[in-house]
Structure formats: C-alpha cells, structure tokens
C-alpha cells in the first residue's frame, strides 16, 4: 500500500494542518525503515489505511454517522444466539451477534511489518469474510455459549429431538 | 386513564435467514402478540450492523414497509421512532419481520408502545425507509423508490420525505405524478438514516390514491455515495 508524499499529505491533511509526521517517514526512510500512517481501532488494536477520515463515508463508515469511528466488528456476548430453526441450514448461521465497535480511532505511524489492517466493510459487503474470522473466536471466548449451541445443533441433525 | 402495554426485547437474527415474527422469538412476549384493545402503536428500532430489514404488520395491513434502521446501540425516542401513527383494532395480530441477508448474525433492538385507544381509530401512517443505498458517480436522477410498496399512495395520503447522505455531492428531487414537488437541492451529510423531524425535506404534500412518487437522487461528485430516505404517507381515510 505504498503512497507518494503528495498522496499522504492529503490524507494528512484531513485530520490536522501539522505535517511533521511526514517529516518522520522520511526520516525513518532514510534510515531503512518503512514507517506507515495509518488509524489504529482502540478496542481491537487493529488498522485502517492513511485515508480513513478523508474516505469517511465514501469509502468507510457507511451509515455510521457524521463523525469517524472504528467500523471494527465486536461481538455482543450479552445476547444469545439464535435459535435453532428449520431456517437454519448450516452451522455457520448460528453465532453471537455483532456490532460495529464504534470507538475511538487515533493516527498512529507504525512499521510496515507490524501493521495487521482490519478488513474494510466495502471489501467485505455483507460481511461473510468478517463473520467467519469472528465466528472462529466466538468458539474459543469462554463467555461464549456458542459451542453449547453447536452441541444443541449437532443433535438436531442427528433428530435427537 | 388509557392502559399502555410496551414490548420490548433485544434478539439476534441469524445470518442469512428471515425471522417471521421476532415477538414470538421471546416467549414472555407471546401474550402481546395480539393487540389486546383499540390503540395507537409507536414502534422504534436500531440494529446492531447494515443488513437487517424489518416490515411490521397488523392484521393484514402493513404500516412499516421493508426498511433498513439506525446502527446503534441504544434505542432513542423520538430519534429512532419509525412510525407512531399506526392504529391497530382489539385482537389485531402484529407481525414484526425480520430479514438479515448479510452473513453475520446481527442485533435487532426494538420497543413497541401500544396506547390505548378510546375514540374512533383514525387513518393509519405508512412508514418505508432505506439506506445506505448506493449512488454510482455519474448516476442521474436514479429512482430510489422504484418498484418498491409505496412507490404509489395506497390512498389519498399526505407525504413528508426525509433524507440524509453519506458524504457530500449528493442532490435530489422530489415528483408527484409527473409534478416537481422540490426541485434539486443537496443533501445533509449526516452518514445515517434519516431522523424525525430533523431531517425532513418536504411535508404535507397530497398525494392523491395510485399517483406515483418519484424520489431521485443525482451523484456528480466524482466518486460512489450513498443515500438515506425516509417516506411517511398519512393517509386520509382509514381502510
């Protein structure tokens, strides 16, 4: 995701009119190290590219107001899952659901290797990517009561009931 | 001094699936199923992520057409009120549908406020609203209520219209059968859907029974937006 200087400024620019931290890439640069702008979620330590607020709403934050947030999936252990429906075809529909996040996000220049992007809901509409990365964690919180209801499955398909 | 019943619950929606009647989803909420005297209903909601779509129904009339609802996580009256003009009889049947197309499960949280009803009931307000909707850059005068339930007024009805964008550079129009009821104007960027009253865009417009509502929304920004609309039709007679 390498971007030009111009590029970056502009991105800069929509979040403040100090542009030292362009100083500070090029200084690491220099020095062989790839250092990235990028906005990093509070809760889930994750990352969005350099343009995140200047792309608020067109390209990110859809629908989740005027001001840029986290659009980081979380899970609501506090609600169960679904129940267990002739609706329900596959195990992969039965989860806790999720909510985007919504916390803070602060700028933060990182090295290139450490950055780990969190998936942007427009590469993922629908979010079928997302929810399998969240499902596999869901099976594995202990606040989690997915894997009594993935018992409670397992017997539905064997008609134990 | 009128009795009010309040039915209220917070239930996930399982991916790709449709819950025909969230209410009796709870089952201390079985007894409410049926209005059980004349009232005026309010109804508000928000869900958890984009992708879930209620209708809501009483008897056989539908007042809440498939709308998408607010991201949130607490329920805010009169913010996230979708319609509170809606008047079911004694022993009328809410049905309040759920449809989640995305492959997550998702929260919705609703409130249902039926007031008791003493009077005559009046005509009921039909309430449909969207978003986001996607507007392609370059996209002129896109109909946004095309082929949906209330593109035509069911009856003679009143209409106000709401509307929010994701971003700047939208614009939109407003026709009645073929009449400008408000011409080009911008929309307020405000990235949700639509809120009552803040949002409204025209209001007390006639719109006469079977004439065709034409909203459009026109996206020479430079780049694809998104839309949120918001349609309110009070009709004049009760059917």
Redesign the interface.
């Known amino acids: 995701m390498a971007k030009t200087l111009e590029e970056l400024e502009v991105d800069l620019r929509a979040v403040t009119t100090r542009l030292t931290v362009i100083d500070k890439i090029v200084k690491a640069a220099d020095l062989g190290q790839e250092m990235i702008l990028v906005f990093r979620c509070n809760h889930s330590g994750l990352y969005f590219p350099s343009d995140y607020i200047k792309e608020?709403?067109?390209l990110y934050?859809?629908?989740?107001?005027?001001d840029p947030v986290s659009e980081v999936?979380d899970t609501?252990y506090s609600?169960?899952?679904?129940?267990i429906?002739p609706?329900?075809r596959t195990p992969?529909?039965?989860?806790?659901?999720?909510?985007?996040c919504?916390v803070q996000v602060d700028m933060h220049l990182a090295p290139a290797e450490d950055i780990q992007y969190a998936i942007p809901?427009h590469e993922d509409p629908?979010?079928?990517?997302?929810?399998?990365v969240?499902?596999s964690r869901q099976m594995v919180n202990p606040r989690s009561r997915l894997p009594m209801v993935m018992l409670a499955w397992d017997r539905v398909k064997k008609g134990a009931f | 001094m009128p009795r009010t019943i309040i039915i209220e619950d917070s239930i996930s929606v399982a991916a790709t699936s449709i819950n025909d009647n969230v209410i009796v989803s709870n089952a201390s909420l079985r007894r409410y199923l049926r209005a059980p005297f004349n009232c005026r209903g309010k109804i508000m909601a928000v869900i958890s992520a984009t992708g879930l779509r209620i209708s809501l129904d009483y008897g056989s009339k539908n007042v809440v057409g498939e709308s998408d609802l607010r991201v949130g996580t607490d329920l805010q009256d009169p913010l996230d009120v979708l319609s509170d003009m809606w008047f079911p009889e004694e022993g009328a049947q809410l049905v309040l549908r759920a449809a989640n197309t995305t492959g997550g499960a998702i929260t919705l949280r609703y409130r249902i406020i039926l007031t008791e009803w003493e009077e005559e009931l009046p005509p009921d307000c039909r309430v449909q609203q969207r978003g986001p909707v996607a507007v392609a850059n370059n996209s002129l005068d896109q109909q946004l209520l095309s082929g949906l339930r209330y593109e035509r007024a069911p009856v003679d009805s009143f209409l106000a219209v709401f509307m929010t964008a994701s971003a700047a550079g939208l614009t939109r129009q407003i026709f009645c059968d073929t009449i400008s009821i408000a011409p080009s104007s911008a929309i307020a960027p405000l990235n949700r859907i639509p809120q009552d009253p803040f949002d409204m865009n025209v209001e007390g417009i006639e719109v006469p029974a079977d004439k065709q509502i034409e909203l459009s929304a026109t996206n020479l920004s430079g780049g694809s937006l998104n839309v949120f609309w918001k349609i309110k039709l009070q009709e004049t007679v009760r059917l």
């Open positions: 608020w709403g067109r934050g859809i629908g989740l107001g005027p999936l609501d609600i169960s899952p679904p129940e429906t609706d329900i992969d529909q039965i989860m806790h659901p999720v909510g985007h919504r809901a629908g979010m079928f990517e997302r929810a399998k969240i499902r």
